[in-house]
């Protein structure tokens, strides 16, 4: 998929309820729930960081290349160019980036499942930390009509990306940021407070 990236994304307490509502509003699944393992890259300098761009390898169903760039948060919506396409093999695709200079710099992981709903996508995501769901759509509008309808508080939108949340709690729990597992916070999961985030369900 290559262009712009419009999505909000909240923290929830009861995922189950939500993926309820989408099944009982007639949702379409895009994606059955699926492991996702990201690799996130950067120069040694860490320029991409720096100037808020992603170099990231995705391991889902398929193999994925992506770069986005700086983020934009408009009233509680993100905007972001986005490029990403296929590769045949996930390994060589790490080989090759890290042959051009790039070096790991995050690995995280999570559960997706993917749903369609009055033409924006609804991302239901369990990660190492908490649940969320994030709405993807072509503007403001309709993530704010989809968000409504699934009974989530528009304001409680969370603009920080799931590195930069996965980053926040690292570091304050001690925790390798090349080794975000679900097994690295099996006894050790954060509350919102310690996210930084509110509940929005």
């Known amino acids: 998929m290559n262009g712009q990236e ?3 994304k909240f923290y929830v307490s009861n995922l189950k309820k939500i993926k309820a509502k989408l099944t009982g509003l007639g949702a379409i699944l895009i994606q059955p729930r699926v492991h996702e393992a990201n690799l996130r890259f950067d120069t040694p300098k860490q320029d991409l960081r720096k100037t808020g761009r992603v170099l990231r390898l995705r391991q889902d169903e398929t193999a994925k290349m992506t770069y986005k760039g700086a983020s934009k948060a408009v009233k509680g919506v993100a ?5 990403e396409f296929e590769i045949a093999n996930f390994a060589a695709g790490k080989e090759l980036i890290e042959a051009l200079g790039y070096e790991l710099i995050l690995f995280y992981e999570k559960y997706r499942t993917t749903y369609e709903l009055n033409k924006t996508q609804i991302m239901l995501d369990e990660l190492p930390y908490g649940n969320f769901v994030e709405i993807e759509g072509r503007n403001i509008k309709s993530i704010q009509k989809t968000a ?9 939108a969370v603009t920080a990306s799931y590195p930069a949340l996965f980053e926040r709690v690292a570091k304050g729990m001690r925790i390798d940021t090349r080794a975000l597992s679900f097994k690295a916070f099996k006894s ?11 509940k929005a369900d």
Not at 148 to 156: E, H, N, Q, T, W
Request: aromatic residues 4%.
């Open 6 to 8: 419009i999505e909000s």
């Open 79 to 83: 905007h972001r160019k986005e490029i």
């Open 148 to 156: 409504g309808i699934l009974g989530l508080d528009f304001s409680k």
């Open 188 to 198: 050790k999961k954060p509350n919102a407070e310690k996210l930084g985030v509110e």
